[in-house]
Nanobody, 115 residues
């Protein structure tokens, strides 16, 4: 059984920062991809950033230059440092874990950017 648990969301003012964390546990293949996605009501879930177990990173254009994804080496813990947050970053942020043919999602953590 695999569990994915996010934390770190909340309310922040425009221009502020937040750091999201995600811990995956269970029977996980060592070669895997972890990532962050976000979703607003009425829209599809969209990619924010991914990082492989080999530390290869991919960012969505909306995240480049403001967000930084990282993970603990050899572990299934991933972080998303979000700086210069704007109201359009308001969403529920989901952590994902993928390996072989399996894909797991956390329950999401809400980020609200508002003054």
């Amino acid at each position: 059984q695999v569990q994915v648990v996010e934390s770190g969301g909340g309310l922040v003012q425009p221009g502020g920062s937040l750091r999201l964390s995600c811990v995956a546990s269970g029977n996980i293949f060592r070669i895997n991809v972890m990532g962050w996605y976000r979703q607003v009501p009425g829209k599809q879930r969209e990619l924010v950033a991914t990082i492989t177990s080999g530390m290869t990173i991919n960012y969505a254009d909306s995240a480049k230059g403001r967000f930084t994804i990282s993970r603990d080496s050899g572990k299934t813990t991933v972080y998303l440092q979000m700086n210069s947050l704007q109201p359009e970053d308001t969403a529920v942020y989901f952590c994902s874990l993928k390996f072989t043919r399996y894909e797991f999602w956390g329950q999401g953590t809400r980020v609200t950017v508002s003054s």
